[in-house]
């Protein structure tokens, strides 16, 4: 289903999506910093958000674009966050969406708007009216790459995406574009990531698929345990592949959810691989609990703790850090049933350290990707986290990220 040869292509490699990104002047380093998606044949859109109780400004602006159903373009800045501006930033979100429309021909309220960057401080408005127009000008058949560079900040590179599924008889696409390194911790999406699909697909089952992916993809995921209050994952559906329009949870429906799925949840791992000073990819599996959110939790519980992440970043096989971790999750467990595995190599187990090959164990520590098996002994259920480590590099990044 995933089109590497095409990943590159993102957001317009779907039938009938062009993209922009364009320097505003909005980033210090003068990087690219506004992007326009477009599609001229009106999309079905669904979006998932922040649960953070001080989301900025644009994140209500798109929440009322996604109930009505309906989108044509998505804008979106790196730089500056819009969030905690008060009446300003609204009005700055929703001049957005009006120039935007302007430039397009369309309705504000088909404008998704999106914002990334310092907290706490106003757009530059004029910059943004002429990033927009510019990058309106410059709407391109091969323009995703531009885009997703546009919305990056402290992410060492773009993260993108295609894939390909047939529905109905009939070759769909689907394309992504997504940021994320810094700030990520579930509970909405994690982090910026834009999706289209020339797929024909009701809004309401769009927003079904969307919600129940992100579950298990941009919300198993963790670099700091800090939510962010810009977050956002945004689905286009323009229809121009022509299959007959999914509105009912049938085998058209479950292919589409399987090919959002895949694709969501290798940009997740990418986004914990890219986090912040990362030198490690941990993936934490647990299994053997009485369900999926028990597994979750402690998964999230190790995935998160400073002293495992710096511990695996220092190559120390400190086991202790984990079980720690694990211990204090608040679900209930017992320490005999419980066994812990780093790679293959089991180093906790019937309450104590388990005997292993310490030279064995240093060359799974060496590895950049490592995986962490917990099972807990008590059930069927299991769930998987990726995070990464905490480096120097980590502290550097967000002590001088203001200033």
């Known amino acids: 289903m995933i089109n590497e040869q095409n990943a590159k292509a993102g957001v317009t490699f779907p039938q009938g999506f062009k993209a922009a990104g364009v320097k505003a002047g909005i980033k ?5 910093d506004v ?14 958000f922040t649960q953070n109780a001080v989301a900025a400004a644009p994140v209500f602006a798109s929440k009322a674009v996604v109930k009505t159903g309906t989108a044509h373009a998505i804008t979106a800045n790196a730089g500056c966050a819009n969030a905690c501006t008060g009446e300003q930033g609204e009005k700055d979100a929703q001049a957005m969406q009006q120039i935007t429309a302007e430039a397009l021909g369309c309705k504000p ?37 531009k885009a997703g560079n546009a919305i ?8 993108t995406c295609t894939a390909e599924v047939t529905l109905g008889g009939k070759q769909v696409r689907l394309g992504a574009i997504a940021k994320g ?46 939510m962010s209050t810009n977050d956002m994952a945004i689905v286009l559906a323009n ?7 999914i509105t009912t949870e049938g085998e058209d429906y479950e292919a589409f959810k ?11 791992k990418r986004i914990a691989a890219d986090g912040e000073g990362a030198t490690k990819f941990l993936t934490v599996n647990v299994k053997g609990t009485a369900s999926f959110a028990n597994a979750k939790t402690i998964a999230m519980s190790v995935a998160k703790s400073p002293l495992v992440k710096t511990a695996f970043f220092g190559e120390d096989p400190n086991w202790g850090r984990v079980i720690c971790a694990v211990g204090y999750a608040g679900v209930s467990m017992d320490p005999q049933k419980t066994v812990v595995k780093f790679g293959d190599i089991p180093v906790y187990a019937n309450g104590v350290g388990a005997e292993f090959d310490e030279e064995a164990l240093r060359k799974v520590m060496a590895e950049h990707d490592i995986v962490i098996d917990i099972d807990m002994g008590a059930g069927e259920e299991e769930a998987t986290v990726w995070t990464c480590d905490f480096s120097y590099e980590y502290v550097k990044i967000n002590g001088e990220y203001h200033t």
Not at 258 to 268: D, F
């Open 109 to 145: 309220s088909d404008v998704i708007v999106a914002s990334t960057g310092v907290i706490g401080v106003n757009l530059p408005m004029d910059k943004m009216e002429s990033g927009i127009k510019q990058a309106v000008a410059e709407l391109d058949e091969n323009g995703s790459e």
């Open 181 to 226: 390194s810094g700030m990520i911790q579930p509970n909405m999406a994690t982090m910026l990531c834009f999706i289209t699909t020339d797929a024909a697909i009701e809004s309401s089952l769009l927003q079904k698929a969307l919600s129940e992916v992100v579950e298990v993809s941009f919300n198993m995921i963790s670099i700091d345990g800090d």
């Open 152 to 159: 990056i900040t402290t992410d060492t590179y773009s993260k």
């Open 258 to 268: 399987a090919a959002l799925q895949e694709m969501c949840q290798g940009l997740a």
């Open 28 to 32: 210090k380093s003068g990087n690219l």
């Open 239 to 245: 229809g121009a592949a022509g299959n007959e329009t």
């Open 35 to 48: 992007a326009v998606i477009y599609t001229e044949k009106e999309a079905a859109v669904a979006g998932t």
